[in-house]
């Protein structure tokens, strides 16, 4: 870290301490189709639910009422960027309901040189250059928070908030969202963009982002302003984001930087021919790796495993694909895990009632108990050798996750370390194995 700080963007300061809730408008508007003019408040929700909401108060009543679900379009009056600008969205009574997502506002087509973004419930991702910001009192504050990650020809300066440790707190024992950190996206080169340009390079941000710590997390609410600071656009959209609470990573900061991970897996979410397959695993990680039953999480876990074997034996190499469907599932999976150098015999000591299980069985190996568990899931016959057995279940998730967490890392080219986390106590970090 230099010692020479770089200032923070001055929002820092003003964030409030456990909500990420955000007033986007809140003016005249004029409901388009009966013309009524209506006050109209719009807020981006995190608690109690994750929408974009409305509230329209009216000076008199219209003679009819919205039926519950229907399209209502207001037309903006403030003035500035939002002067003009038809917003839709959905009633949920007379006065109130919520708006289309991903909606951006404003001159859309003004392109910029940066956004502003929030980045909700993001958490501990490590230290980083000194910053400064200059605190509601008046007084400097200085502290090391400032990252870069890279993604492509894009990079984001990502700041932590001052109290980020305190903030994390009480979000872990609340429950509750916040913007945990600010984020000022930019082309390296500088060279301008729309908001249509940059929407899928904050896409990938998200899911590159949640993927690394194992929950989602979201820039949300990008925003541009012109040299004057004044608002050409703003997203009006609450992305999907997660408490911190509850949910274990493979990454930790003694792993390695964020930035490494978050780039090598972006760049795959941005490409043409892989993009649509990255986002599919990394949205089925995040999903097995938290919420839901433990039923479901072996299950979305081995369907994505389906996927990847696919994408890198089929469509990427030269494997036959009527041989490849042929074969059973668990030498798909063993065939990756062996490319990647990762252990698949024997199962380990610490992983007991899997370990008893495949040999009652008579499984040769992790892959095949793993593979012969989720198959007793999906073509249920007899329950009584999954649930009698305690904690097999609960052991053939935490494997199971961990050859999907290893095999995205292996194929976006990660050398880095990890955390074992099938190991439960204290997170020992080790290199990947197939590292150099």
């Given amino acids: 870290m230099g010692e020479s700080a770089i200032l923070a963007h001055p929002s820092i300061s003003t964030l409030r301490p456990t909500t990420a809730n955000q ?23 995190w608690l109690p639910s994750q929408d974009v909401r409305w509230t329209a108060h009216f000076a008199e009543p ?9 399209e209502v379009r207001f037309r903006l009056k403030a003035r500035g960027a939002y002067s003009g600008q038809e917003v839709a969205g959905r009633a949920l009574d007379s006065a109130s309901g919520w708006m289309a997502g991903g909606a951006v506002v404003g001159r859309a087509e003004a392109a910029v040189a940066a956004v502003l ?33 890279r993604l492509g020809e894009w990079i984001m300066a990502v700041d932590a908030r001052p109290d980020l440790g305190a903030v994390i707190e009480t979000l872990k ?24 340009e940059c929407q899928p390079i904050l896409r990938a941000y998200q899911l590159a982002g949640s993927f690394v710590l194992g929950r989602f997390t979201c820039p949300a609410l990008a925003e541009a302003r012109d040299d004057g600071g004044r608002l050409l656009w ?9 408490p911190l609470d509850g949910v274990d990573a493979w990454w930790n900061s003694a792993a390695a930087a964020i930035a490494d991970p978050v780039r090598l897996l972006g760049e795959r979410l ?24 433990v ?30 469907e042929n074969k059973k599932a668990a030498w798909r999976l063993r065939a990756m895990l062996k490319a990647a150098k990762i252990p698949i015999s024997p199962i380990p000591a610490h992983l007991p009632a899997l370990k008893a299980f495949a040999k009652k069985e008579g499984h040769s190996d992790a892959p095949q108990a793993v593979a012969e568990v989720r198959h007793r899931l999906t073509h249920p016959k ?31 080219g990660y050398t880095g370390g990890v955390v074992d986390r099938t190991k439960r106590g204290w997170p020992q970090v080790d290199t990947v194995p197939w590292a150099p």
């Fill in 62 to 70: 219209g003679p009819k009422a919205w039926s519950a679900d229907a």
């Fill in 234 to 242: 703003r997203e009006w959209e609450a992305r999907l984001a997660d």
């Fill in 382 to 412: 007899v329950l009584d050798d999954l649930y009698d057995r305690e904690h097999l279940l609960t052991e053939a998730w935490w494997l199971t996750v961990r050859y999907l967490e290893l095999l995205i890392l292996h194929w976006v």
């Fill in 173 to 196: 024992n609340t429950g509750k969202y916040a913007v945990t950190h600010l984020g000022m996206l930019h082309r390296i080169d500088r060279r301008s963009f729309t908001a249509e």
């Fill in 117 to 149: 973004v929030r980045w909700v419930n993001l958490g501990h991702v490590g230290g980083g250059s000194w910053i400064e910001a200059v605190a509601g009192d008046g007084t400097r504050q200085r502290w090391p928070g400032r990252q870069s990650w």
């Fill in 295 to 324: 039923e479901q999480r072996i299950t979305i876990a081995f369907a994505a495993l389906e996927l990847l074997s696919w994408q890198r034996a089929v469509l990427e190499g030269s494997a036959d694909p009527v041989k490849h």
């Fill in 23 to 45: 007033v986007l408008y809140d003016g005249p508007a004029t409901e388009v189709d009966s013309g009524r003019d209506c006050r109209l408040r719009v807020v981006a929700r």
């Fill in 270 to 293: 941005l490409d043409p021919k892989r993009g649509r397959v990255a986002r599919h695993l990394a949205q089925a990680y995040v999903a097995s790796n938290r919420g839901g039953f």
